[in-house]
């Protein structure tokens, strides 16, 4: 069974910054693909950054060069370091992994981000 603990979320004025981080076991974090979606409230949930196994990065347009995603290897945890955060933004965000970067099936509980302008 895969279990993927979130944390780091809360609330941050417009412009501030917060980091999120998702912790797994050891096999899920060395062999799979892992990711962040999110869902704002009556928006459709939306991929905002995955990484592969390999350190392969991909963000959602919105999200480019003020998100970063990132894995620490010996702590099996992924993180996303959000900044300039804007109104926008705010969100549960859900960690997910899978086979690809393109396909995370497993997801979190999710963490919610509230941004105030």
């Known amino acids: 069974q895969v279990t993927l603990v979130e944390s780091g979320g809360g609330l941050v004025q417009a412009g501030g910054s917060l980091r999120l981080s998702c912790a797994t076991s050891?096999?899920?974090?060395?062999?799979?693909?892992m990711g962040w979606y999110r869902q704002a409230p009556g928006k459709e949930r939306e991929l905002v950054a995955t990484t592969s196994s390999g350190g392969s990065t991909y963000y959602a347009d919105s999200v480019k060069g003020r998100f970063t995603i990132s894995r620490d290897n010996a702590k099996n945890t992924l993180y996303l370091q959000m900044n300039s955060l804007k109104p926008e933004n705010t969100a549960m965000y859900y960690c997910a992994t899978g086979a690809t970067m393109w396909y995370l099936e497993v997801w979190g509980q999710g963490t919610l981000v509230t941004v105030s302008s």
């Open positions: 050891e096999t899920i974090f060395t062999t799979n693909a």
